[in-house]
C-alpha cells in the first residue's frame, strides 16, 4: 500500500481542524437546547434575550472579545456562517458596535484561512482549485491588489475560496489584510445594518409580527439585494469590467 502523499495529508489536517470545531458548535447547540428544554415560546426567548442584553451591559469587554473570536474563528476555518452572523451581531451589539467587531474580525479569519492555506494545507489547496490558482496568479500579476479589491466588493467568488487560494498567489500578508478590509467593509456595513434594523424580540412581543417590517428593515433588505449589482455596474463604469471570477 503507497504512503499517503502530501496532498492527502494536508486535506487530512483541514478535515480534522474543521471537525473538531463543528464537533464543538454541535456540543454548544446541544447545550443550548438543553438549556432553554422546552420553553422556546416567545415571551421565553425575549426573556433570555434581555438577560444577554443585560449581560451585555454589565461584561462588555468579555462579550465582544469572546464574539470577535468565534467569528474569527468561524471565518479562519471556512464554516458556513458568516453572514447570519453579521445580521446577529449588529441585532445585538447596535451599528457602530458590530460594523468595527464584524469588519475586523472578519479580516482577521481571512487572514489566519490565508495563513493556514499558505503554510498548512497548502497542497490540498493548490489541488482542489488548481485552475482557480493560476487565474488569480495571472489577475495578480497583471491587476495587483485591485483584483483582489473587485473580489472582495462583488460576491462572484466564495470568500472562503478567496482567503485559501490567495494564500498560495504572491501577494503578501499586509496587503492581503488592509484590501481585505477595506474592499469587505461596504458589504459589512449593510449586513449589520440590516441586523441591527430588526426589533428587539421584546418590541416583537409588545407590538406584534408585523412589527419587523419597519421602513428600515424594508430599506436594508432592498440595499442587500440591490448592493452587488450596483457594485458591478460601478465597476463596469470606471474599468470596463465586473470583478473576475477566474474559472
Same mark, same amino acid.
Given at each position: 500500500?503507497?504512503?499517503?502523499?502530501?496532498?492527502?495529508k494536508s486535506g487530512l489536517r483541514s478535515l480534522a481542524i474543521r471537525l473538531l470545531v463543528l464537533a464543538g458548535i454541535v456540543a454548544g447547540i446541544a447545550a443550548l437546547i438543553y438549556t432553554v428544554g422546552g420553553s422556546l415560546t416567545l415571551e421565553s426567548l425575549a426573556a433570555r434575550e434581555t438577560q444577554l442584553r443585560q449581560f451585555h451591559a454589565a461584561h462588555p469587554a468579555a462579550t465582544l472579545a469572546v464574539a470577535f473570536l468565534v467569528y474569527a474563528a468561524v471565518?479562519?476555518?471556512?464554516?458556513?456562517?458568516?453572514?447570519p452572523?453579521?445580521?446577529v451581531y449588529g441585532w445585538v451589539f447596535g451599528f457602530g458596535t458590530a460594523v468595527v467587531l464584524v469588519s475586523f474580525a472578519s479580516t482577521t479569519g481571512a487572514s489566519i484561512a490565508f495563513l493556514m492555506s499558505r503554510y498548512l494545507i497548502g497542497s490540498w489547496v493548490q489541488s482542489r482549485f488548481?485552475?482557480?490558482?493560476?487565474?488569480?496568479?495571472?489577475? #495578480?500579476?497583471?491587476?495587483?491588489? /485591485?483584483?483582489?479589491?473587485?473580489?472582495?466588493?462583488? =460576491?462572484?467568488?466564495?470568500? @472562503? *475560496?478567496?482567503?485559501?487560494?490567495?494564500?498560495?498567489?504572491? #501577494?503578501?500578508?499586509?496587503?492581503? /489584510?488592509?484590501?481585505?478590509?477595506?474592499?469587505?467593509? =461596504?458589504?459589512?456595513?449593510? @449586513? *449589520?445594518?440590516?441586523?441591527?434594523?430588526?426589533?428587539s424580540l421584546t418590541a416583537i412581543q409588545e407590538k406584534g409580527v408585523g412589527s419587523i417590517l419597519s421602513l428600515n428593515v424594508i430599506l436594508a433588505l432592498?440595499?442587500?439585494?440591490?448592493?452587488?449589482?450596483?457594485?458591478?455596474w460601478t465597476l463596469k463604469l470606471f474599468t470596463g469590467e465586473g470583478g473576475g471570477g477566474g474559472g
Open positions: 500500500m503507497s504512503e499517503p502523499g502530501p496532498t492527502s471565518t479562519g476555518l471556512s464554516i458556513p456562517g458568516a453572514t452572523m453579521s445580521l488548481a485552475e482557480r490558482l493560476e487565474a488569480f496568479n495571472r489577475a #495578480i500579476e497583471k491587476e495587483g491588489a /485591485w483584483y483582489l479589491f473587485t473580489l472582495r466588493l462583488v =460576491p462572484v467568488v466564495p470568500f @472562503f *475560496v478567496i482567503n485559501v487560494v490567495m494564500g498560495l498567489t504572491k #501577494i503578501r500578508l499586509t496587503t492581503f /489584510w488592509w484590501v481585505s478590509q477595506i474592499g469587505m467593509l =461596504p458589504a459589512t456595513c449593510i @449586513f *449589520v445594518w440590516a441586523g441591527a434594523s430588526a426589533p432592498a440595499a442587500l439585494g440591490l448592493f452587488p449589482l450596483t457594485v458591478r
